[in-house]
């Protein structure tokens, strides 16, 4: 395969910003590049350097003044709920009845599947993301059009069929054996299949009785290469609810932590309402906290306190919550993280939100020396911003003087359209979705760009 040369403006993160001045944490390079080579990163640095030992028949893609970044990672949401977006007037737990649990029962449908598999995996390129942790639904054929879609794309993800066998319709009940049994073989499919990651995902211990959770901890044990994912105290009533049906357990996280599911590739999607004691509790166990604004504001849910788990040591991500979130885009999100934050006093620096959404939620997955990055032998996942996208922004970017403004303007005002080109292992994937961006320039060789 012949090489690939991107050139723009290349933003990327070896640390956490330690503030909105700590440019240790950062590589930026004005007039960069990325050398990719069969769909990873060979090297990274300013273009002048990166062209003059370049082969000569080395490919070369304009994308100045765009700025350049690892793919953007999306670590909680629900692809079955693509078309439940923007569902009226709920809070989680009637949410769930009222609009999800019907919408999941459409995915007994092979075509069904294959079809909200195939949007869901465009609408994550449309807006920057190549690398996604996502619940699919109780039904085998859900998780093989996930699969399938992520695979025909190439897209390193993150999946699994979610375990239910109570408090949920008929239609979307396992049982702890058969659970247990679909995971199994699943894994077997598609754990370490080209760029596939299984997730054991009981969905939370409301919809799992103690004998689904005893099989999960058995799935946990005897599949400790996969992730976990479930999801802890999102909503008050929801807490109750979970509490009363596990009476012997000091608080919510106790159940989890009882059946042996905490752990450092355990991702707790929401987890609002908890106790200095839990908080604790996932920090020994290096367990994640997922941050999912968007969908915490949407269902009225609560305010996720960053600040406490960053004191108490815990490790954290961030992540859209599709359908309870109302974007896929990353962007969006950490708009509102940053909103969700700042009423609660504690501010959020737009080198942090880039932080979170590349190198850190990498981490935050076990998957740093892969994604999240631009380094030599990392994925070539990588994301090409758009500060002008909008008529609105570009106006707001005349006024712009530094890179952290910019940023900031992106973040709150972009939106998938900031996203103009969109790399999976070195491959081009936003153009075949939408028409390549007017201002990026394409030439077949090295002396055409020279020349130009």
């Known amino acids: 395969m012949s090489k690939l040369l991107l050139r723009g403006r290349v933003l990327t993160f070896v640390d956490?910003?330690?503030?909105?001045?700590?440019?240790?944490?950062?590589?930026?390079?004005?007039?960069?590049?990325?050398?990719?080579?069969?769909?990873?990163?060979?090297?990274v640095g300013e273009y002048a350097?990166?062209?003059?030992?370049?082969?000569?028949?080395?490919?070369?893609?304009?994308?100045?003044?765009?700025?350049?970044?690892?793919?953007?990672?999306?670590?909680?949401?629900?692809?079955?709920?693509?078309?439940?977006?923007?569902?009226?007037?709920?809070?989680?737990l009637e949410w769930l009845n009222t609009y999800i649990f019907v919408e999941e029962q459409k995915f007994s449908s092979t075509a069904h599947a294959d079809f909200i598999a195939e949007r869901f995996m465009d609408e994550l390129l449309r807006n920057g993301t190549t690398t996604a942790a996502a619940y699919?639904?109780?039904?085998?054929?859900?998780?093989?059009a996930y699969f399938t879609a992520a695979e025909k794309r190439n897209m390193l993800m993150i999946g699994g069929k979610v375990m239910m066998d109570r408090n949920a319709p008929d239609a979307l009940r396992d049982t702890p054996?058969?659970?247990y049994d679909d995971t199994k073989a699943l894994i077997a499919k598609w754990h370490g299949r080209g760029r596939a990651h299984y997730a054991i995902s009981p969905r939370f211990a409301i919809t799992s009785t103690p004998e689904q959770m005893d099989m999960s901890r058995a799935l946990v044990r005897e599949h400790p290469e996969?992730?976990?994912?479930?999801?802890?105290?999102?909503?008050?009533?929801?807490?109750?609810?979970?509490?009363?049906?596990?009476?012997s357990a000091k608080d919510y996280t106790d159940i989890y932590a009882s059946y042996g599911l905490l752990g450092s590739k355990t991702l707790l999607g929401h987890c609002i309402f908890l106790s200095d004691r839990e908080i604790s509790a996932l920090a020994e166990t290096k367990s994640v906290a997922?941050?999912?604004?968007?969908?915490?504001?949407?269902?009225?849910?609560?305010?996720?306190?960053?600040?406490?788990?960053?004191?108490?040591?815990?490790?954290?991500?961030?992540?859209?919550d599709v359908g309870g979130g109302t974007s896929f885009s990353m962007l969006e999100t950490m708009s509102e993280a940053y909103k969700v934050l700042h009423v609660q006093g504690q501010r959020l620096s737009p080198f942090a939100s880039y932080y979170m959404m590349t190198l850190g939620n990498a981490r935050a997955l076990g998957l740093e020396d892969r994604i999240g990055?631009?380094?030599?032998?990392?994925d070539a996942d990588i994301t090409v911003l758009d500060s002008r996208a909008k008529p609105a922004m570009e106006l707001r970017m005349r006024t712009a003087t530094t890179l952290a403004e910019e940023l900031f303007i992106l973040q709150t005002m972009g939106d998938d359209r900031s996203a103009a080109e969109v790399y999976v292992a070195g491959k081009p994937m936003k153009s075949g979705l939408d028409k390549p961006a007017a201002t990026s320039t394409r030439t077949r060789s090295m002396p055409e760009l020279q020349t130009a």
């Open 177 to 179: 054996q058969s659970g």
């Open 49 to 92: 350097a990166l062209i003059s030992v370049a082969d000569p028949q080395t490919e070369v893609v304009d994308h100045r003044p765009h700025l350049i970044l690892p793919g953007l990672i999306d670590t909680h949401l629900h692809f079955p709920q693509t078309q439940a977006i923007a569902s009226y007037g709920a809070q989680l």
């Open 290 to 320: 997922v941050f999912c604004p968007t969908s915490n504001l949407f269902l009225g849910s609560g305010l996720f306190d960053h600040g406490r788990f960053r004191d108490l040591g815990a490790r954290t991500s961030v992540a859209t």
């Open 136 to 144: 699919c639904s109780i039904h085998l054929e859900s998780v093989d």
């Open 373 to 378: 990055s631009l380094h030599a032998g990392a």
């Open 226 to 247: 996969c992730y976990v994912q479930t999801h802890l105290s999102e909503n008050k009533d929801e807490i109750a609810f979970a509490t009363s049906l596990y009476p």
């Open 16 to 43: 956490e910003p330690k503030s909105i001045d700590d440019q240790s944490a950062y590589n930026y390079f004005e007039d960069g590049a990325v050398l990719v080579e069969n769909g990873k990163v060979v090297d």
